[in-house]
T-cell receptor
Framework: DQQVKQNSPSLSVQEGRISILNCDYT??????FLWYKKYPAEGPTFLIS?????DKNEDGRFTVFLNKSAKHLSLHIVPSQPGDSAVYFC????????????FGTGTRLKVLA | EAQVTQNPRYLITVTGKKLTVTCSQN?????MSWYRQDPGLGLRQIYY???????DKGDVPEGYKVSRKEKRNFPLILESPSPNQTSLYFC????????????FGPGTRLLVL
C-alpha cells in the first residue's frame, strides 16, 4: 500500500508560469515532509521541507503548502524555468528521531521554453 | 569537496553471487541511508543508520544487509542477489534530524542475471 502518492506521473508547464506538483499521503502520523529533485544520472537533491506545525514554507521560487486535514501537500515553483525540468519526489517521515522516510513515486516536470 | 561516493557505479552479476556496494561520505554526518529506485515505485528506503553500530530497517530490507563500523562508511551487502534486486541504488547521508538535508550519492546501477 503506497502511503505517499504522487498521482501525476508527468507535468508540462510553459517557462515563466507556475508549476504545481501534488502529493497525497494516507498515514496521519506523518509529521515531516520533504521535496527532492532528481536529474537523470544524478542522485536526488534536497529542495524544501515542512513540518506539520506549519502550513507553508517558502524558499525563493519554491513554496510548499501542507493541508493536514486533507493529507495533501503541494510544491509550487514560480516562475518555472527550463532548468527545473526534472523528476520531483515528495517524502514523509513520522516523527523526529525515527529517520524512516517514505517517498512518493515521483512526478516528471518538463518546463517548455 | 563535500560528497557521498558509491562504488561501483555499474555492476552486472549473477544470481547468488555475494556482492557489496560501498558508500562513503566526507561530511562527518551521523545519519546514512540506502534507497533503491525502481520504475513506477519511486525511491524506497532499504536500511538506515543513525550512528556507528546503530542500524535499522527501512521499507524494503529483505535480501539486504548493512553495517556501520565507521562513521564515514555504510556498505550495502547482498548476500545472495536475485533478479528482483536489479535496481538503481542510492546512498545518502545527513547531519541527523528528520528535516536535515540528505545528500545523495550518484547511484549504483545493478543488474542481477
Amino acid at each position: 500500500d503506497q502511503q505517499v502518492k504522487q498521482n501525476s506521473p508527468s507535468l508540462s508547464v510553459q517557462e515563466g508560469r507556475i508549476s504545481i506538483l501534488n502529493c497525497d499521503y494516507t498515514n496521519s502520523m506523518f509529521d515531516y515532509f520533504l521535496w527532492y529533485k532528481k536529474y537523470p544520472a544524478e542522485g536526488p537533491t534536497f529542495l524544501i521541507s515542512i513540518s506539520s506545525i506549519k502550513d507553508k514554507n517558502e524558499d525563493g521560487r519554491f513554496t510548499v503548502f501542507l493541508n493536514k486535514s486533507a493529507k495533501h501537500l503541494s510544491l509550487h515553483i514560480v516562475p518555472s524555468q527550463p532548468g527545473d525540468s526534472a523528476v520531483y519526489f515528495c517524502a514523509a517521515s513520522e516523527a523526529s528521531g525515527t529517520y524512516k522516510y517514505i517517498f512518493g513515486t515521483g512526478t516528471r516536470l518538463k518546463v517548455l521554453a | 569537496e563535500a560528497q557521498v561516493t558509491q562504488n561501483p557505479r555499474y555492476l552486472i552479476t549473477v544470481t547468488g553471487k555475494k556482492l557489496t556496494v560501498t558508500c562513503s561520505q566526507n561530511m562527518n554526518h551521523e545519519y546514512m541511508s540506502w534507497y533503491r529506485q525502481d520504475p513506477g515505485l519511486g525511491l524506497r528506503q532499504i536500511y538506515y543508520s543513525m550512528n556507528v553500530e546503530v542500524t535499522d530497517k527501512g521499507d524494503v530490507p529483505e535480501g539486504y544487509k548493512v553495517s556501520r563500523k565507521e562513521k564515514r562508511n555504510f556498505p550495502l551487502i547482498l548476500e545472495s542477489p536475485s533478479p528482483n534486486q536489479t535496481s538503481l541504488y542510492f546512498c545518502a547521508s545527513s547531519l541527523g534530524g528528520v528535516l536535515e538535508t540528505q545528500y545523495f550519492g550518484p547511484g549504483t546501477r545493478l543488474l542481477v542475471l
